[in-house]
Structures are given as structure tokens and as C-alpha cells.
């Protein structure tokens, strides 16, 4: 029986077709995937191919695929569309192979890879000096004492291992990492960061055959971009959203720890852009479609605001099978609300404040996940749910976290906490230990960010540079390892002598970044709606600029048009660009009413939240990262280099 799969390439060459293009290519993949060895299919192989089993076939005039079938195996490989000189100059520099030592599927585009060796080979007889503007890390330290064959072993194509041998810096590897194999390029990234080959060894090492494509389809190395096609619906559905590759495509690290199975609560950490949410979905999937299976069984998946719990719903609806009619997506706060009020426990809270953002501090809030938590535990009968998901776990309290603990009877796969402390936004260090829920032996940490550029992350971690931040429990969380496989442009920080010339400075760049983008990539932040209100929107409607308020609207929901946003309701989004604007000295970090009184201690709580909060701003931005201040600017973009015009 024949194996259909699909690679990445192929989702993001069908986002870029032309609606008419699509539909024939969207036509041509259902039907494909049904009967992959028609003999209709004429598979051709064009001239001067570097790759024997890579094939291309005709859709249309004007539409072309390409698609992979190896020699002596049952599996096809849907690998890219688009119009048929396109896909014959993309096939025939490509060629796939299973990795000598790791087993895993390999992607190279030989002319490019060719031409980076020459221009690598040019640099070093050239002698071609160092720049001292350079990162910090120095890469041909770390590798000096990793072997040829460890680095085979951590996935290093062989004919690329003269190249990693000549890297200098991080912009080399960067450069390199281009050409090299994702898994490959992380573990090199970790290799710069301080890990031992040893620790990054894969943990299993299939002995795929060279052309054993089927086997090493299976590793989780080739899952990262290829996946399977059971049936014609769901290509339909990898194509109804071809860039929300999360849905399909996990790391290894996200992917053992959504199928786990834990002896009991298990704990999840990982700094901003690892895809902790991403994990806590598909955990929350796969609990309820593979563990927790019948029909009463229900899992409950949690966050802190009643803004980000809307986002998940909507996009657990959009990946979820029958199951999600079993699990049940929701605010926690707006959960206690509704079961005080359907058992009348009598204890009430402001309307305002059921979003949950504002309960910290609000003694009505403690005292009705008290009650409620106290009827659960004395209802008696089957439990409510079998098993609970909980993302941003950093920003609950004791009171909440104990609810938790008591929905969910104690056993097997019970609790999946996500979260990460240099994120707490609105509560309260608390120890996950002290509240019966116990993570020893059962906590992870993601340490590749896929979200931000390098350059951004390595700003964006300075701002809480020296800070001690917790693991949610009692010990601490430094970040060791914390990586961006993206490589881009510093942050931009502008400081200017008043608000006006950063009006002017603010309308100029977004308008030049309208010109080449859609409004609704760009998000523009503020401390707070004062900001946004005063010194944002008055740039905006001058530039006649559409603009939307995402305070209570779903960015996926919301129109066209720039999105604006405070630092809290930017808050598990990320943007291509972001802009964060009015960062002076009295407004970065905000006062709260009350801070002469304040002791010591409350002070520098309240700092570390306010850092939090630039971190969380700034690391919702995937490109181009720009912060500004007209006037004295905030002590906190002393982090960072600092860019100040006339």
C-alpha cells in the first residue's frame, strides 16, 4: 500500500499561489492522496536532475507539482507546487537523502549549498580578518574539542563537516545554518551555548538504509517537516491553513512531552517563542483523543486572562477532531464564577474583573476559589475531570492552582503545567510543591525559540539580566541554552528629545512598513491605553492609517488594520513587527498608587513585573522589533544598546 506524504515546502509554496492556482493544486492533492499510484499520475523527470527519485507532475497549463518517489518503496512525497518553470528549476537542484548516522530525512538545495562552500573556501584562503563587532560567543572554541564523528552523530551532513570545521562566530553559524538540516543547526546552537555533544546526542539511532525512506519518515527528525497523509480530508485540512504548520509539525522535545505518559503533575518551562502553548494544545488533544477516551471523560484546558483562553478556543477548534467536544477550553476565573453561581455559594465578585487580569490583590477573588474549591472537594460522585491542562501557569495564585489541583483526581497524566516565570505579569512567585502538586522527576524545559530573531531574544533577556527568577517551584530558572534559530536585525531603539519627534518618527515607519506588508502584521504597544490613546492614534489617523483595538477583539477575529495593544493584552501573540512606544522615565516602570509606602521589598517585586512585561512586549515581535521614547527614556532601555537622535 502506498505512503503519501507531505513536506513543508509544500504548504508554504501553495500559501504564495494565486487563489485560481490554489484551487487546482488543493483538486490535485485530494485526489492524489486517494490514488497515489494511479497510472494517470505521469510522473516526469526533467533534465539534469540531481536527484534520481524527484518528479514532477502536471496539474494544469500553468500548474506543476513536484513530488519525491524513491526507488524500491511504497512512499510518495508531495513536496511543491507552482507554475511548471518554477517547479522544474526548484526540483533540480534539490535532493533528499537519510542521514548516515541519524537516520533522518535531509533536505539540500545543491546550487546555493555549492555556492556558500566556494564563497567559504574564498574567505579562508583570503585570510579574511575577524570583526570585533562580532556576538560574544566564540563557536570555533566550543567545537574545537567535538569530534567528526560527533558531529556526524548529532545529524552534520558529512559533505558540510569542512564548513563547520572553518566556523568563527555566531554570524558564521548563522550564515551556515542556511544550508544545514534544522536539527543539525539547534545542536550546534547548543554546542556555542556551553552542551557536550554527549547531551545532544539524539537518544535513538535508526539504521535506516540510504534509501529507506519509509523508515526514516518515521524518525523524529523527519517529522519536524514531513507528515503523513491518512486520508484526502486531511490534506484538505493541512491546506485550509498551510501556514499554521504547528498544527503538523512538532520539534522532537515538543513531541515526546505531548505523548508522554507521567506518573503524576508534570511541569513544562521554556522562555518566550519555545512553543509552550503549541505543547499544552496538543497535550490537551492528545489526552482526550488517545488516554482519557470515553465518552465521559473530559479534560479541562486552562489559562489565566479571559482574552488568551478566547484564542485557544478558537484555535483548538480549528485542529481538534470529535474530541473537542470532551475538552472544555476556558478562563479559570470565568470557570469559578459560573460554578459559585450554578451551586450558589453565595460569594461574588465585580463584574470587571471575571476576566481574571485584574485579581491579584482582590480579596473577594481568593475567597470564591475557596469556596468553590472546598464544594468540589466535598461533592463526592465522579470527578469533574480526568485530567488537566494549564497554560501560563506563572501568573495563578495559590488559591487558583489548589482548584486545580482538586478538579482532578490524583493519578497518572493528571496535570500538565506550562509556564515561564520571566513572563509573570500579574501574580505572585508561588511554590508548586507547597499547593500538593508535586513535579519532581516530571519537569522539562524548551530552550529553542522559534518566534524571535536572535538579536531580538538576546535583548529582550537582558532587560531581566541579574534578576533571580523561580522555576514555579523553589528553585530557579537561569534560561541555560536559550536559543533563537532565527537570525535578523538588533533591535531599533530610537530615544528623542519630546513626544513630537517620536509622533514623527512613529508615522514615518509605519508607513514605510505599510508599504510592503499587510496593516494587521504590524502591532504597535504601549504601557498603557493612555499611551495608545495619546500618542499613538493621533499618528495613525493623520496617516489615515486603519488601526484596530485589541482589548476585547481576538486578533484572529479582527479586521484589517494595525493592531494596538497594552503590554498585557499583547500577551501570547506575536506579530512580524512590533513597535513599542512611549518608553520614558515615570511611564516604564509604571508607579502604582501608593509607592512611597511601599517597602522595600513590594518595590522591588513590583520592578521585576515591570520587566516582565517590556520582556513579554518584546518578544511578541518575529522580525523587526523598534522601541521608542520621546523624552527622558525609561531606565530599563539602559538594557540594551540605545540608538538616540537629535
Not at 55 to 66: E, G, K, L, Q, Y
Not at 121 to 140: H, I, L, T, Y
Not at 339 to 359: C, I, T, W
Not at 521 to 531: G, L
Request: net charge neutral; charged share 25%.
Amino acid at each position: 500500500m502506498t505512503t503519501v506524504a507531505i513536506f513543508d515546502d509544500y504548504l508554504a509554496a501553495f500559501s504564495a499561489l494565486p487563489r485560481a492556482q490554489q484551487r487546482k493544486v488543493r483538486d490535485f492533492a485530494r485526489k492524489f492522496v486517494a490514488w497515489p499510484g494511479a497510472d494517470s499520475w505521469r510522473l516526469e523527470r526533467p533534465s539534469g536532475m540531481r536527484d534520481p527519485a524527484v518528479r514532477t507532475v502536471s496539474i494544469a497549463s500553468d500548474t506543476s507539482a513536484v513530488v519525491l518517489k524513491p526507488e524500491r518503496s511504497d512512499l510518495i512525497v508531495m513536496l511543491y507546487a507552482g507554475r511548471p518553470d518554477e517547479v522544474v528549476d526548484w526540483a533540480r537542484e534539490r535532493a533528499f537523502t537519510v542521514h548516515e548516522r541519524t537516520g533522518a530525512i535531509q533536505v539540500y538545495d545543491y546550487a546555493r549549498l555549492e555556492t556558500y562552500l566556494r564563497q567559504m573556501r574564498g574567505a579562508a584562503e583570503s585570510g579574511v580578518a575577524e570583526d570585533p563587532a562580532e556576538p560574544r560567543r566564540n563557536v570555533r572554541a566550543a567545537l574545537a574539542a567535538v569530534s567528526d564523528d560527533d558531529l556526524l552523530g548529532l545529524g552534520v551532513p558529512r559533505i558540510l563537516l569542512p564548513a563547520v570545521r572553518a566556523l568563527r562566530t555566531r554570524r558564521d553559524l548563522d550564515e551556515l545554518g542556511k544550508y544545514l538540516p534544522a536539527e543539525a543547526l539547534e545542536r550546534l546552537l547548543k554546542l556555542a551555548s556551553g552542551f557536550s555533544s554527549a547531551e545532544l546526542a539524539p537518544r535513538r539511532e535508526p539504521t535506516a538504509a540510504p534509501d529507506d525512506f519509509e523508515r526514516a519518515l518515521a524518525h523524529p527528525d523527519s517529522r519536524r517537516r514531513f507528515a503523513v497523509v491518512r486520508a484526502p480530508g486531511d490534506v484538505e485540512a493541512m491546506l485550509a491553513a498551510p501556514l499554521e504548520k504547528w498544527r503538523l509539525f512538532l520539534h522532537p522535545s515538543q513531541e515526546e512531552l505531548v505523548r508522554s505518559t507521567f506518573t503524576g503533575p508534570a511541569r513544562v518551562l521554556g522562555g518566550a517563542g519555545t512553543g509552550k502553548t503549541v505543547v499544552a494544545m496538543h497535550r490537551a488533544r492528545h489526552l482526550a483523543r488517545a488516554v482519557f477516551t470515553a465518552s465521559s471523560d473530559r479534560v479541562l484546558f486552562t489559562t489565566f486572562t479571559a482574552n488568551l483562553a478566547q484564542n485557544l478556543r478558537e484555535l483548538m477548534a480549528s485542529f481538534c477532531g470529535p474530541e473537542l467536544a470532551r475538552i472544555e477550553t476556558v478562563n479559570l476565573h470565568a470557570w469559578a464564577v459560573s460554578y459559585g453561581r450554578a451551586n450558589r455559594l453565595g460569594v461574588e465578585v465585580a463584574s470587571d474583573s471575571e476576566s481574571g487580569a485584574a485579581a491579584y490583590g482582590r480579596p473577594e477573588w481568593e475567597a470564591l476559589f475557596r469556596a468553590v474549591r472546598q464544594h468540589v472537594e466535598g461533592r463526592g460522585g465522579a470527578p469533574l475531570y480526568r485530567a488537566a491542562v494549564v497554560d501560563e501557569t506563572q501568573d495563578f495564585g495559590p488559591e487558583e492552582l489548589r482548584l486545580v489541583r482538586a478538579l482532578v483526581p490524583k493519578g497518572p497524566d493528571d496535570l500538565f503545567l506550562v509556564g515561564d516565570a520571566h513572563q509573570r505579569i500579574y501574580g505572585k512567585p508561588v511554590a508548586l510543591s507547597r499547593l500538593g502538586i508535586d513535579v519532581r522527576n516530571r519537569t522539562s524545559t524548551l530552550l529553542l525559540n522559534y518566534r524571535t530573531t536572535e538579536q531580538i531574544r538576546d535583548w529582550a533577556v537582558s532587560v531581566l539580566e541579574g534578576q533571580a527568577i523561580d522555576d514555579l517551584d523553589e528553585g530557579t530558572d537561569d534560561q541555560a541554552g536559550y536559543v533563537s534559530l532565527l537570525h535578523g536585525a538588533p533591535p531599533d531603539i530610537r530615544v528623542f528629545p519630546d513626544v513630537a519627534s517620536e509622533q514623527r518618527f512613529l508615522l514615518e515607519t509605519v508607513r514605510s512598513m505599510v508599504r510592503d506588508r499587510l496593516a494587521q502584521s504590524i502591532c504597535i504597544v504601549a504601557r498603557t491605553h493612555r499611551e495608545l490613546q495619546e500618542l499613538v492614534e493621533p499618528v495613525l489617523r493623520e496617516a489615515r492609517l486603519p488601526f484596530v483595538h485589541l482589548e476585547r477583539t481576538s486578533d484572529r477575529e479582527a479586521g484589517p488594520g494595525i493592531r494596538l495593544a497594552t503590554m498585557h493584552r499583547v500577551k501570547g501573540l506575536e506579530f512580524p513587527c512590533v513597535l513599542v512606544a512611549g518608553l520614558v522615565e515615570g511611564r516604564m516602570p509604571l508607579r502604582p498608587a501608593g509607592w512611597e509606602s511601599l517597602d522595600a521589598a513590594a518595590r522591588e517585586a513590583h520592578d521585576l513585573m515591570e520587566r516582565c512585561l517590556l520582556y513579554v512586549a518584546s518578544t511578541r515581535a518575529r522580525d523587526r522589533l523598534t522601541l521608542t521614547a520621546g523624552g527622558r527614556p525609561s531606565p530599563l532601555l539602559a538594557a540594551g544598546p540605545c540608538d538616540p537622535l537629535p
